[in-house]
């Protein structure tokens, strides 16, 4: 068997105090691709700071477990380093820190001290993932996020994706606000991570990121706990017909996380 | 409140001192009338911070030489480390203690009539021309007591003189290494940018004493005459030992431009006054200055523009990283005076703590005697983000690495206007190692 395994188990997350994860359970292979869809307010980001170890959110219950080890007992850095990865829906600025002194950075913190990537090696990688994503060179000498476009910040968090390398990637709406083209783009950086080795969980909205990227499986999350999952057919359907459906065949009236079911 | 405080010189130990230098009877009479009024001007009195129990009395003054060197490869690494190996600096002097050890000067600026000196040498070989700015437009002798201990005891520095017209490309660098370290530095750089001429400047005081109490009182002066243009950069390393008092003023006239980038990376208790005069018409200035406290030393910054000019443009741009138990105060003062005109004046001072027992100050002050002009300023004292260091972390960069480079991109604005590659660089490294 190939590739990281990342369980969640009936997974509990509260943010001040407030409950908003109310026992997730989902388990994320190297090799699959998910897609988690659901209306807004209904815990989706949550699950993917939880994962990736937000400080603001605090799991009360459940476990998460990448290959046997148990990830919340690990800080944030230690995860990263453990093969996660988020492309997070806001990600930070950093005022005065270019997007390669980072990137570099980032390389190196999974490599050992005197085993650093060499400069060459390094510019050579990023110039090729700078191409495939369609980004201007000069990209990579302005500083972290500061002043870029929304769009731009997304194909940013890919380009980190694709530097970095993760065992297990979750994409938060790194679809929105993209434009046609770009999106094609962005999936075509995010299909290129495919293979055994990669697993990769995708929050959405819109079918049509998973029309250039079919996912394996995709749930459906309301009050906080994934409430149907499926097959990409699962996705079209939404599309088409919303998510009161789902709301009937389950009995739900208030999908947002304020309900306990 | 003057303090009496009883100073180991007299008028014939002054005079003495001069003799012995050569210096013209001007400077000599100057150093005997600033001596005199020591004791009856007061302290500086830096905003919100409180010298009065600073050591700026007691020190060793005679001057000390140090050894002359023919190449820069047979001084210490940590020297070298200050100049580029591959792109050897053409105009360089470093001043030993008190004198000389190494110096040159492209030869092509020599004949077109640069000079670029040590501060006894000028006063020996152009008198007339050093005795027509020193401490008279730009820092007087008796704007306080340790303006006036300076002109009294000035004890190294140099002179630079670029003639009208004259455009230097390659920077000129001046290191004042204080290798003994109980000697005392009064240190006095003098620049004076003729008309439409240009010059890049970056200096770096260096001192090892961590135990040996002393004392640097250092003055600057530069004058940008009509259409001229200075880029100032400095990097100050004095050791804890050293209470530091350092005044840069800059005077320009009509369409001349002053930009000053300070790394005031001291590890003793230092007040820093940046003054930079826009007299006239169309003058520019930036003042930006970076420091990092840590320890328990006390540091005060002031940078103030004063704009008399019409049409003049200022920026102040302070930026700070606390540690430890230091206390840092940023005041960055903008001034428009009456008929400054169409003038604009912005300051920015802003600090980041990084313990709970650090204390920083951001003071930004505007004062506007004229209608017509427009100015912005803002000011921030705060910790690192956690959101940052979320995002970063999420990278898989470790906490330190992540901390280092949020306090790196902070510092950057200012790291990033030192002028030659080799002192960014050591600046950087001082900087990791003051935060670290
Ligand atoms: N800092 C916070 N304080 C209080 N409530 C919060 C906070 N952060 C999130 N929430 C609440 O948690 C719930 C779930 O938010 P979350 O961001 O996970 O939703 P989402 O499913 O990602 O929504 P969207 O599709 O709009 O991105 C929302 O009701 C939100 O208001
Ligand atoms: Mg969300």
Redesign the interface.
């Known amino acids: 068997m190939s590739g990281s395994v990342l369980e969640i188990k009936n997974l509990h997350v509260s943010i001040e105090d407030k409950e908003i994860l109310k026992g997730v359970n989902l388990t994320i292979k190297g090799g699959e691709f998910h897609a988690i869809m659901g209306p807004n307010g209904t815990g989706k980001s949550t699950l993917a700071s939880a994962i ?4 603001k959110y605090e799991v009360t219950e459940g476990s998460i477990i990448l290959d046997g080890e148990d990830v919340l007992e690990m ?3 230690e ?3 453990a093969g996660l ?2 492309a ?1 829906q806001y ?2 600025e ?4 270019t997007t390669s ?2 990137l570099r ?2 390389i190196n ?2 490599r050992e001290e005197g085993d650093e990537v060499s400069l060459m090696k390094f510019i050579k990688q990023l110039d090729k993932d700078l191409d495939l994503l369609e980004i201007d060179q000069n990209m990579a000498t302005r ?1 972290l996020n500061e002043g870029f476009s929304g769009g731009e910040k997304k194909r940013n968090e890919i380009l ?1 994706l694709l530097q ?1 390398n993760p065992a297990i990637a979750i994409l938060d709406e790194i679809d929105s606000g993209l434009d046609i083209d770009a999106l094609k783009i962005v999936s075509k950086g995010i299909n290129k991570m495919r293979g055994e080795d990669f697993g990769c969980l995708m929050i959405t909205h819109y079918q049509r990121l998973l029309n250039y990227i079919t996912p394996d499986f995709v749930h459906v999350m309301m009050q906080g706990r994934v409430v149907k999952s499926g097959g990409p057919e699962l996705a079209k359907r939404l599309e088409e017909e919303g998510y009161e459906w789902i709301k009937e065949e389950l009995g739900i009236t208030d999908e947002t996380v304020e309900q306990n079911a | 409140m003057t303090v009496e405080t009883k100073l180991p010189f007299d008028k014939d130990y002054l005079e003495q001192f001069s003799k012995e230098r050569n210096e013209p009877a001007w400077m000599s009479e100057l150093r005997v009338s600033a001596l005199s009024q020591v004791n009856t001007l007061e302290m500086p009195k830096p905003d919100k911070t409180n010298i009065r129990n600073w050591n700026f009395n007691t020190f060793k003054h005679e001057f000390t030489s140090g050894q002359a060197v023919t190449t820069t490869t047979e001084l210490p690494e940590e020297i070298q480390a200050y100049f580029d190996e591959e792109n050897k600096a053409e105009n360089l002097l470093i001043q030993r203690n008190h004198s000389v050890a190494f110096s040159t000067l492209n030869e092509d600026l020599k004949d077109k009539g640069v000079i670029f000196t040590d501060i006894f040498t000028a006063l020996n070989e152009h008198s007339d021309l050093v005795e027509k700015y020193y401490m008279k437009e730009a820092v007087s002798v008796d704007q306080d007591r340790l303006t006036a201990l300076h002109a009294a005891l000035m004890n190294g520095g140099i002179f630079i003189y670029v003639p009208k017209n004259v455009q230097i490309e390659a920077p000129i660098q001046a290191i004042f290494w204080q290798e003994d370290p109980e000697t005392a530095l009064f240190n006095h750089v003098l620049i004076v940018a003729e008309e439409g001429s240009s010059l890049t400047y970056l200096e770096n005081y260096v001192s090892h004493n961590e135990e040996q109490k002393t004392v640097a009182n250092i003055v600057t002066e530069v004058f940008a005459h009509d259409n001229a243009q200075v880029a100032y950069g400095a990097v100050d390393h004095f050791a804890a030992g050293t209470t530091t008092y350092v005044n840069r003023r800059g005077v320009a006239q009509r369409d001349a431009k002053i930009n000053w980038a300070l790394g005031q990376m001291n590890d003793g208790n230092t007040v820093s006054e940046n003054i930079t005069y826009l007299l006239g018409d169309n003058a520019t200035s930036e003042a930006k200055a970076v420091t990092v406290g840590r320890g328990k030393q006390t540091q005060n910054f002031t940078s103030s523009i004063r704009q008399f000019g019409k049409q003049t443009d200022a920026f102040i741009l302070q930026r700070g990283v606390m540690k430890g138990s230091a206390t840092t105060i940023f005041n960055a003062i903008g001034k428009i005076e009456h008929g400054g005109s169409k003038s604009n004046s912005e300051q920015e001072s802003r600090v980041l703590m990084l313990s709970e027992k650090a204390r920083g100050d951001a003071n930004p002050i505007l004062l506007i005697d004229e209608d017509d002009v427009t100015a912005g300023h803002a000011a921030s004292v705060g910790r690192v ?4 260091m ?10 330190e ?2 901390e280092r ?2 306090i ?6 200012v790291v990033s206007q030192i002028p030659i590659e080799s002192v960014r660089k050591q600046l950087t490294q001082v900087i990791e190692r003051k935060v670290n």
Not at chain 1, 52 to 55: L, Q
């Open positions: 990736m170890g937000h400080p800080e944030v850095d995860r990263a380093r990865f988020l997070m990600p930070s950093i005022s005065g820190v002194d980072f950075s980032a913190a999974r500083y980190q970095i | 983000d956690p959101l940052q979320y995002y970063l972390m999420s990278r898989g960069l470790t906490k690495e992540a480079l949020v790196h991109g902070f510092l950057e604005p």
